[in-house]
């Protein structure tokens, strides 16, 4: 009988610890398999940017920061005053649409605090028409549009002088307006218009002087189409535009490498073969 209640004993310590074993077990992590570690969560970049040709350049730079685990979304917009309010109002964490006279004329207006942080490329502006095949032969009383903001009807107007079918004031500049015509010989009627809208009036306008960007929105080849355009000197760079302050984040750091990378020189000089040239 004793024998029998030492076996009977026996049995159940054994079961107690390996009931326990089993349970120090399932609460033990799983060993490890070996396998990588989760990736991390790719940062979001949103940058807005005009269709063309500035959402193209993006468009490369685009996996060369996926690379970096930045995920680049591309905000399309298609005027020139969208872009840094949304900036401004962080909506975005940079732009790509404009130049730097631009800019500077219209952060002073609206005071506002951002910052170039790199030139990108220059789109020289074109004189086009559909009513004429050279300037010569340009009509009296001929109707010319022009972009209406500040620095692109200046620098409209300069360009209309050194085709020479106007004269300004020696001290007009940039901020030029038709105000500042001081010789008109054909009495062209200079009339500014919203910029996205001057391809438009080709069909009515004897002349139009319209940036790249619109002209070739409008399937217009600028060194083919253009009656007479800047030359490649133009100081009118379009940059990368961010917060004042944001410039040393990681995420724009590498999005100006990225922009300013071997890669997009390559895609602008084939791609647009000249009518816009990189600048950096």
Sequence with gaps: MKKLLFALLSVAAISTVLTACGQ????????????APAPAKEKVLKVAASPVPHAEILQVAKPLLQKEGID??????????????ALAEKDVDANFTQHKPYLDDFVEKHKMQLT?????HVEPMGIYSKKVKSLNEVPDGGLVTIPNDATNGGRALLLLQKAGLIKLKADAGISATVRDIVDNPKHLKITPMDAPQLPRTLNDATLSVINT??????????????LFIEEKDSPYANILVVRTGDENREEIQKLKQAMTSPE??????EKYQGAIIPAF
């Design 116 to 120: 170039a942080i790199a030139n990108i």
């Design 72 to 85: 680049l979304q591309i905000v399309q917009m298609t005027d020139y005053v969208r872009p840094n309010i």
């Design 24 to 35: 120090k077990n399932e609460a033990e992590p799983a060993a490890s398999t070996g396998s």
């Design 213 to 226: 960007n619109f002209a070739m929105e409008a399937k217009l080849v600028p060194t083919k189409d253009a």
């Design 264 to 269: 997009v020189k390559k895609f602008i000089e």
